[in-house]
């Protein structure tokens, strides 16, 4: 069983919800990537998904791209992304990391030494946005062959075919998108997300995180009602840009903490969204 598995399988036995952070490579700059990683841990995350910067991030809403951009002009690279991921697995041995991005950095690797990369890396799970399961055949085959999840997408927009394809060609877990719309937008509909999510899950058989939204720990307490785990971005970019410098660690940890004794407290399970 993957480390993917391992983890949603704990959880679920001691009916807890996944805790699963959005971290942006090399944003606010390299050197903090490691540190901010280690202090998502600190504030109770279960996985890691880690961005890889892109130039040009269809899903991403500004405060991810004024992240990636920032990241970029540092050098950012998948590369140096892969690094990354090498050196905290070398600390860490528990916590998956995901990575999440898009399709041009990895046809620039090549599928095949991509997914070597990320399995000698410690990449647990990658979720390339524009690599839809009916285009992707070859790199979800080289991804299964080197023992790494890959994630797909699903949205309220998503047809039963669609939940279909995703359920046949993903691992690991199964993102959900909350609302029509990118990272970090309002307008969340939570009913929509509580009609969608128990009938993906039991089409697929695998875990369901619900993403895009996500601000506090209100909401997160309302989404874990449903889903399997709750993925927080936009806001965790944004505690980083608030942050005075040496203080973005611990500001990081502290607000994790919040959303993660929300997602804990006894009634999450039984609640009505």
Avoid at 74 to 85: D, I, K, N, P, Y
Avoid at 224 to 251: F, K, L, M, W
Wanted: hydrophobic share 50%; with cysteine; glycine share 10%.
């Amino acid at each position: 069983m993957s480390r993917l598995g391992e983890t949603f399988g704990q959880l679920a036995a001691r009916d807890r919800k996944a805790l699963i952070p959005f971290l942006t490579a090399g944003f606010p700059e390299p050197a903090l990537t490691l540190p901010l990683m280690r202090a998502l841990v600190a504030g109770g995350a279960d996985i890691i998904e880690l961005g890889v910067p892109f130039s040009d991030p269809m899903a991403d809403g500004p405060t991810v791209q004024r992240a990636s951009e920032r990241a970029l002009r540092q050098g950012m690279s998948l590369r140096r992304t892969l690094t990354l991921v090498r050196e905290f697995r070398a600390e860490d041995a528990r916590t998956p990391v995901v990575l999440m991005g898009y399709a041009n950095p990895v046809e620039a690797m090549g599928t095949g030494a991509f997914a070597a990369a990320a399995r000698e890396a410690g990449v647990d799970g990658v979720l390339v946005v524009d690599y839809p399961p009916e285009e992707c055949a070859g790199f979800t085959g080289a991804l299964k062959a080197a023992g790494v999840d890959q994630i797909f997408l699903l949205a309220p927009t998503s047809t039963e075919a669609r939940v279909g394809q995703v359920a046949a060609a993903g691992s690991g877990y199964i993102y959900y998108v909350s609302l029509k719309g990118v990272t970090g937008a309002g307008h969340l509909d939570l009913d929509e997300v509580a009609r969608r999510v128990p009938a993906i899950r039991a089409r697929a058989g695998l875990p369901v995180a619900v993403g895009f939204g996500i601000r506090d720990a209100a909401s997160a307490r309302r989404i874990a009602v449903v889903a399997d785990g709750v993925v927080i971005g936009s806001r965790v970019i944004e505690e980083i840009e608030a942050s005075p410098p040496g203080q973005a660690a611990a500001n990081v940890t502290a607000f994790l903490r919040g959303i993660r004794a929300a997602l804990d407290e006894p009634a999450v399970a039984k609640e009505a969204p």
